[in-house]
């Protein structure tokens, strides 16, 4: 399965971006490329070690890894959970929830402006949502955002449900069907 | 299966993300960040209440200004003692 998204590079030009199942090849740049630049930043996710991550999830059914690669460069991971949780706008119904989403490095305004590639989380979010569609799941989509994330889900007018106890007090968000139908008219 | 996101996609994931204008990430591990972040959280230390306690309980011993010292010194000292205690947590 490949699924193509368009990106806006630094220097304006649109170039195509794929999106595909994790393999080791993008381990491997996040621990050569991505892991250099973040471990030394104050960035939320600076400790995040995405092959120990994968390597908990990988051989459970539930748990799906994708990059979305661009020039042979890893430019953005994403775990996603996609059969356990469960929405709190529609308590008995399941929605795809996101557990990891993170762009590289040079992809974030808060380490270099601007940044290499624009459209790599929307591209990422956008496909959690293709996901939640095609599980019949009607395109609902939860996360626990990090906090210098949150205006983005706010921007994308998902509902949110505060800080959570139980999930270190990150903010809990979640996108409704009638949302998710609004960002599905965009990739018909 | 081959889906390719054209340019209204795109137009439409730019104005997203300029309005937004912060990083896009998620995932429950704030690891060694978790005791700043806490220590920051807006409310984590109301100062309005423990200005009353003082007062209600000690404000025959303690002056206004001692209250309000202890007021303004007792956050910093929680928010150094949080992240003191959990930045040695390392966590995947």
Redesign the interface.
């Known amino acids: 399965?490949?699924?193509?998204?368009?990106?806006?590079r630094q220097d304006g030009l649109?170039v195509d971006a794929d999106l595909l199942p994790l393999s080791s090849d993008h381990l491997s740049q996040f621990e050569r490329i991505w892991k250099r630049m973040l471990q030394p930043s104050s960035?939320?996710?600076?400790?995040?070690?995405w092959v120990?991550?994968h390597r908990?999830v990988s051989n459970l059914p539930n748990y799906e890894a994708y990059a979305l690669e661009c020039d042979q460069m890893t430019e953005g991971l994403m775990?996603l959970e996609c059969d356990f949780h469960h929405s709190r706008l529609e308590p008995d119904k399941n929605l795809v929830y996101?557990?990891?989403?993170?762009?590289a490095p040079w992809n974030?305004?808060?380490i270099q402006a601007p940044p290499e590639y624009?459209?790599?989380?929307?591209?990422?979010?956008?496909f959690a949502v293709?996901r939640s569609f095609e599980l019949e799941y009607k395109g609902r989509v939860g996360?626990?955002?990090?906090?210098?994330?949150?205006?983005?889900?706010?921007?994308?007018k998902m509902i949110d449900f505060g800080?959570d106890d139980n999930?270190?007090?990150?903010k809990y968000f979640e996108l409704s069907t009638d949302e998710a139908m609004k960002i599905a008219e965009?990739?018909g | 299966m081959n889906r390719k996101f054209d340019k209204t996609w795109l137009s439409w994931a730019i104005q997203i993300e300029n309005e937004a204008g912060c990083d896009i990430s998620a995932g429950l591990d704030l690891g060694q960040n978790l005791g700043e972040y806490i220590a920051n959280a807006q409310g984590c230390i109301n100062q309005e209440n423990l200005r009353s306690v003082l007062q209600e309980d000690v404000g025959n011993l303690l002056s206004e200004n001692e209250i309000e010292d202890i007021v303004n010194l007792v956050p910093e000292r929680v928010r150094s003692r949080i992240k003191e205690k959990l930045k040695s947590f390392k966590v995947a």
């Open positions: 399965m490949k699924t193509t998204f368009r990106l806006v649109v960035e939320h996710d600076s400790h995040w070690d120990r991550k908990k775990f996101v557990d990891f989403i993170a762009t974030r305004p808060s624009r459209g790599v989380g929307t591209a990422l979010f956008t293709q996360l626990h955002s990090l906090p210098s994330a949150e205006k983005f889900y706010n921007t994308l800080s999930y270190e007090n990150l965009r990739f």
